[in-house]
């Protein structure tokens, strides 16, 4: 049942795997090969800018910032790209990928340079757990 009319897009359910909840957002961990990639989706109805937050804009850059330090000590990696497109899905999302010097596309952004590879499964179980058990403290009770 959408939460408040709230749901996922079908194109991000498509795309990625279910880390958790954070207070406002769904955390979610697209299955990419070549990049460590989670996205935010804030759960909230109708919501494509980051401006339709309103007072809870604050709450998604604490949510960011959390996010992106847990990507950064998972990975180790050299630079985060943060991004909020949406041009193809126009739900708000927050892309967070690492990004390393000697990843197949640096220094280039990765939207629309080559297609997604999937990850194997166990890769991408890997990771999912590991960013689950760095974001216990801040995860909701329970996992989607």
Do not use: Y
Not at 33 to 47: H, I, N, S, T
Not at 80 to 94: C, F, K, T
Request: proline share 8%; net charge negative; aromatic share 4%.
């Amino acid at each position: 049942m959408p939460e408040n009319g709230w749901f996922l897009h079908q194109q991000l359910c498509d795309d990625s795997v279910a880390v958790g909840d954070l207070p406002l957002s769904r955390l979610l961990a697209m299955n990419d090969a070549d990049f460590p990639w989670l996205v935010l989706v804030p759960r909230r109805a109708g919501v494509s800018e980051i401006i339709d937050l309103g007072p809870e804009q604050a709450m998604l850059m604490d949510e960011i910032a959390l996010v992106c330090r847990a990507l950064k000590d998972e990975t180790q990696c050299d630079k985060l790209n943060v991004a909020a497109i949406g041009n193809i899905v126009p739900q708000l999302h927050i892309h967070v990928v690492a990004r390393r010097k000697d990843d197949p596309l640096w220094p280039q952004p990765i939207w629309g340079a080559a297609a997604r590879r999937p990850a194997a499964a166990v890769d991408l179980t890997r990771f999912v757990g590991s960013v689950r058990r760095r974001m216990a403290g801040s995860m909701a009770g329970t996992n989607p």
